[in-house]
């Protein structure tokens, strides 16, 4: 590979600076240690494809269009997500205070529950990384992280998501 990191003829990226494969690899294995020590707590019936709600969901509640708006899935994926929630138990639909046709997605005490064991085992892997990494490496890298993040995300705004192809 050349200096500028781009690969040469057939040569392949190295899934060690591919940014896709890194974040995902992250993500996975983020994601396989928070459920599984979820499914521990008892929070056994949800699965990742939950995550794009409760990661959005306030305690006050949330319209389902603006949780789609945030984590950057269809309305129709959020939706479904949305009623295999409500029927699991975790959230439910209530009139919104401000617009009665609207419906606010809220979490019923079971959806609390899970959020803050949720919060709980996310602080408790990101607290592991400072450690392993510093306190200071650990804030610059949250820091830069969240920078490709916006960038990305930003470069990519107007795109329709994946799901919706």
Do not use: C, W
């Amino acid at each position: 590979m050349a200096g500028s990191g781009k690969p040469k003829g057939g040569e392949r990226r190295s899934e060690s600076t591919d940014l896709g494969v890194l974040a995902g690899r992250l993500l996975f294995s983020v994601q396989n240690e928070l459920y599984r020590k979820l499914r521990e707590m008892g929070f056994d019936d949800i699965a990742p494809r939950h995550g794009a709600v409760f990661a959005y969901l306030p305690a006050e509640g949330i319209r389902a269009t603006e949780l789609a708006r945030l984590s950057g899935q269809h309305k129709q994926v959020i939706g479904k997500s949305v009623d295999e929630l409500e029927t699991l138990g975790y959230v439910e639909r209530r009139p919104d205070p401000d617009d009665r046709r609207a419906k606010l997605v809220v979490p019923t005490s079971r959806g609390l529950a899970q959020m803050q064991a949720s919060d709980a085992i996310m602080a408790e892997i990101g607290e592991r990384h400072r450690r392993s990494l510093g306190a200071k490496a650990y804030a610059a890298f949250l820091a830069d992280f969240n920078q490709v993040v916006d960038h990305q995300r930003a470069s990519t705004a107007g795109d329709v998501p994946v799901e919706a192809q």
